[in-house]
């Protein structure tokens, strides 16, 4: 009965590579969510859909491209992958638009060597 | 500019003493503010969100405007409280604005 899950939680792939991360929400929220949490454990925005739409693009470099095919589903492609991209990657959920509460899934570990 | 800042990054207490995170923000209008909680490599939970002036795991928040806070509190802490807590605030299109996050180690 997980609400937001995401996969995979792990991943360990070489500069270069191509990879993709997908998330589905069972809660009929309409919005959804990438976050990023670096290093240093700061959480920033990448994208944000609704109803398959997207919302927020926040200055994430053109390799990062979000899909969503239907508004339960947002998934997140990367092309050439760099050592940079290693990060946490937290897909998330809510109600809407509008100041409610983000429920977010349990994250996918990426490392880049 | 919207932005979060918990000038704490790390907040060690003894188990039983009394914990407080800070959490200040700048917002024009009216803000909303959440706490969330992730406990190690685990998913980030809401703790609190201001308007529900609710008290999960014994923790309080409390909105000051005039001092743009909203800092979180527990009298008497416990050792299953140690993890990351960030303040957050709800920006244009409903994203949240995290700020730092503070880990808070609560010592037996």
């Known amino acids: 009965d997980t609400a937001v899950s995401q996969t995979p939680k792990y991943l360990v792939t070489q500069m270069g590579n191509d990879k993709s991360i997908k998330c589905e929400q069972n809660?009929?929220?309409?919005?959804m969510y990438w976050y990023k949490q670096d290093s240093k454990k700061f959480l920033k925005i990448m994208f944000s859909?609704?109803?398959?739409?997207?919302?927020i693009n926040e200055t994430v470099p053109n390799r990062f491209s979000p899909k969503s095919p239907d508004k339960a589903h947002l998934n997140l492609h990367i092309n050439s992958l760099e050592l940079g991209d290693s990060a946490v990657y937290f897909c998330?959920?809510?109600?809407?638009?509008?100041?409610?509460?983000?429920?977010f899934g349990e994250g996918s570990w990426l490392t880049v060597v | 500019a919207q932005r979060v800042t918990q000038p704490e990054k790390l907040l060690s207490v003894f188990k039983g003493a009394p914990v407080e995170l800070k959490c200040n923000y700048s917002y024009s209008g009216s803000p909303e503010l959440f706490w969330y909680v992730q406990y190690s490599r685990q998913r980030l939970q809401l703790l609190l969100r201001?308007?529900s002036r609710e008290s999960i795991k014994g923790f309080t928040a409390d909105l000051n405007k005039g001092e743009t806070s909203f800092h979180l509190k527990k009298p008497f802490a416990q050792e299953e409280d140690s993890a990351m807590y960030y303040c957050?605030?709800?920006?244009?299109?409903?994203?949240?604005?995290f700020g730092q996050g503070t880990e808070l180690s609560v010592k037996p």
């Open positions: 809660l009929g929220h309409d919005t």
């Open positions: 859909y609704n109803n398959k739409e997207l919302i």
């Open positions: 957050a605030l709800s920006g244009w299109g409903g994203k949240l604005i």
């Open positions: 998330a959920s809510s109600q809407a638009t509008a100041r409610n509460t983000i429920y």
């Open positions: 201001h308007i």
